[in-house]
Structure formats: C-alpha cells, structure tokens
C-alpha cells in the first residue's frame, strides 16, 4: 500500500553534513507515523528517531536529538533526516519505515535504505 525510496546517503567527512530523503508513494493517508533506523556492519538496525502525522518528532537519545532533525514535506510526500556533525559511528544503512499504528508502532512499510560513510 505504500512504498517508500530513501536517497541522499554518501561519503562524507566526520564533522560534516547530509540530508536524507525519504519518498513515499501509495496509500500514504494511513500512516501516522514515519521513521528512521539504521544499520551498521554486524549490527542490528537501530531507531534513529520519527516524525507523526502531526509533526511531532522524537529522537532515540539526546545525542541524535542535538545533531538530527526530521522534517517533512506534504506537498512532496517527502520526509527527511538532516544530519549535523556527523561522526564515523554514524556510518550505517540509513531506512526509512512507514507505521500505521502507535503505541507501539508496528513500522510497515520499509525503503531500501541508503548507505551513508562517515570518514575520519
């Protein structure tokens, strides 16, 4: 019902800046919520933080609070993942994820995931 293509990941230096994309096409009125995850090499995918419906956004810690921010664009269907000072450990396989329920969020619908290299 609804699919999702993150783009934005790539190499770039620690300290530095990208922004993540997340599209999403088809039946995307029954998504309260959209989040980011990430996964790096042997290790198991991790949330990063969500924006709902509303907008209202949380972040898994506050270290990610300080350095991420997730917005979204309506008029796109586009949800983004703005990422500051970006250090190595933030090297990953960034996902976006679509929910169609809260409390707890059951994540329904998964991009592909984008490869984002943090370099030192």
């Known amino acids: 019902q609804v699919q999702l293509v993150e783009s934005g990941g790539g190499l770039v230096q620690a300290g530095g800046s990208l922004r993540l994309s997340c599209a999403a096409s088809?039946?995307?009125?029954?998504?309260?919520?959209t989040g980011w995850f990430r996964q790096a090499p042997g290790q198991e995918r991790e949330f990063v933080g969500a924006?709902?419906?509303?907008?209202?956004?949380?972040y898994s810690t506050d270290s990610l609070k300080g350095r991420f921010t997730i917005s979204r664009d309506d008029a796109k269907n586009t949800v983004y993942l703005q990422m500051n000072s970006l250090k190595p450990e933030d090297t990953a396989v960034y996902y976006c994820?679509?929910?169609?329920?809260?409390?707890?969020?059951?994540?329904?619908?998964w991009g592909q995931g984008t490869q984002v290299t943090v370099s030192s």
């Open positions: 994820a679509a929910s169609e329920s809260l409390l707890p969020p059951s994540w329904d619908y």
């Open positions: 924006i709902s419906w509303s907008g209202s956004t949380t």
């Open positions: 088809g039946r995307t009125v029954s998504s309260y919520a």
